[in-house]
């Protein structure tokens, strides 16, 4: 070794490192496990590398397309609508009517607008107060919502559209109401609505009031807006 | 995987770097593990290796690296003991307590005096004074500039002077 630091101790002690260090010689068996390790390898299946390369493209394929994969949309045709009618409910419960106008005053316009004609138009009473009315877009279909709010604070939506001819109801979620009405009841992103038909109009009554007791105070509700209320196609 | 001829050259260095091992772990199946771990990785890398360099000091610096990784781990575990107190003598692989595991036993003041010295003196020492590696080569092990090693063997065989001046008292 060539060391400018190194003086006569420092090779002296060098040569004692050197020859009087024990030295460890590799046991035999060790080679031989060497070899043997070596030869037999841990081998990854041939299979693994393609499988993995194709699950990764099919990963990052689907990860390009999610944004214009369509939606999941619910199957039945009523939950598709109530669904629409739900968000159109939590619109207005969040920012309010559009194009708020006052029942029976508003509705010569709002039914030019909507192409449905109230009748009757239910203006409120002691427990369900008129917010405001306006139209509405929905399902690709023009239509009239009213929105009422109960003395406990609950926005109410009654939303009315033309029901379209695959706007079936079946019998399923019916609730029989006061002898009289069997609507049904669908649940939607933590809301609930009663839905009917009444001649050629989809009616939806929506509302948070989704706990037992709401439930029978807005089964209530739908009586006091079904009986004061006569939709119908106006053109 | 290495080619049959690699492997012939690879394991012509056996015995020196079991000796390394030996040094390294203080424990004779230590040694053997970390021989083995050291070749199946040369083995495995063996693509790496530029013909022409240094394969010895190619296979010192492999375990030497493996040593230290299995080492800093150890010195985790260690550091989170009960008593706070860190357990040099735990084995590296094996779960085997030292008494049982075959713990190297000293037989010389000078063997004794290069167990206390710490990894990277007795390190530069073994490379360059026992296997009398060129100062190059032991700058590749260890991964520093050759007056690194320079120093680090100045002060190597100050301190080791210090040790056999003390057993020389007792």
């Known amino acids: ?235 | 995987m290495a080619d049959t001829d690699f492997q012939r050259q690879a394991l012509q260095h056996i015995d020196a770097l079991y000796n390394f091992a030996v040094y390294l772990t203080r424990n004779p199946p230590e040694a053997d593990d970390l021989v083995q771990e050291t070749y199946l990785r040369a083995f495995r890398f063996s693509h790496r290796f530029q013909p022409g360099t240094h394969l010895r000091a190619w296979l010192f610096q492999i375990l030497r690296n493996t040593f230290l990784t299995f080492y800093r781990l150890r010195e985790r575990e260690t550091a989170i003991a009960e008593d706070g107190v860190p357990d040099w003598d735990v084995p590296m692989f094996h779960d085997t307590s030292t008494d049982e595991g075959g713990a190297l036993e000293a037989h010389t003041d000078l063997e004794r005096a290069m167990r206390r010295l710490p990894e990277e003196f007795r390190t530069v020492l073994l490379l360059a004074e026992v296997e009398g590696m060129p100062l190059e080569e032991v700058a590749r092990v260890m991964a520093c500039p050759v007056g690194t090693v320079k120093s680090r063997i100045f002060r190597a065989k100050e301190r080791l002077r210090g040790l056999l001046k003390d057993y020389e008292k007792k």
Request: glycine letters at 4%.
């Open chain 1, 1 to 235: 070794m060539s060391d400018e630091l190194r003086g006569p101790d420092d090779e002296a002690l060098g040569r004692r490192l050197a020859s009087e260090l024990p030295r460890y010689t590799a046991p035999a068996r060790l080679r031989v496990s060497i070899v043997d390790a070596a030869d037999h390898p841990a081998r990854r299946p041939v299979w693994l590398a393609p499988l993995i390369a194709a699950a990764a493209t099919a990963l990052a394929l689907v990860l390009f397309l999610i944004p214009v994969l369509p939606r999941i949309e619910p199957a039945d045709p009523v939950q598709q609508v109530v669904r629409a009618v739900v968000n159109e409910h939590s619109r207005a419960l969040m920012w309010g009517a559009r194009q708020p106008q006052i029942l029976p005053a508003g509705l010569p316009w709002l039914t030019q607008e909507t192409g449905i004609d109230l009748r009757r138009a239910f203006a409120g009473d002691d427990r369900l107060s008129l917010v405001a009315a306006e139209p509405v877009y929905l399902t690709r279909q023009r239509g009239l919502a009213v929105h009422y709010r109960d003395v406990d604070g609950h926005l109410v939506s009654y939303i009315m559209l033309p029901a379209e001819r695959s706007f079936a109801m079946s019998e399923r979620d019916r609730v029989q109401i006061d002898g009289r009405f069997k609507p049904m009841l669908k649940r939607d992103s933590g809301f609930v609505t009663w839905v009917w038909k009444q001649g050629d109009v989809a009616c939806f009554l929506v509302s948070d009031m989704v706990s037992q007791d709401d439930l029978e105070r807005f089964k209530d509700y739908f009586v006091r807006v079904r009986v004061a209320t006569e939709p119908t196609i106006a053109y």
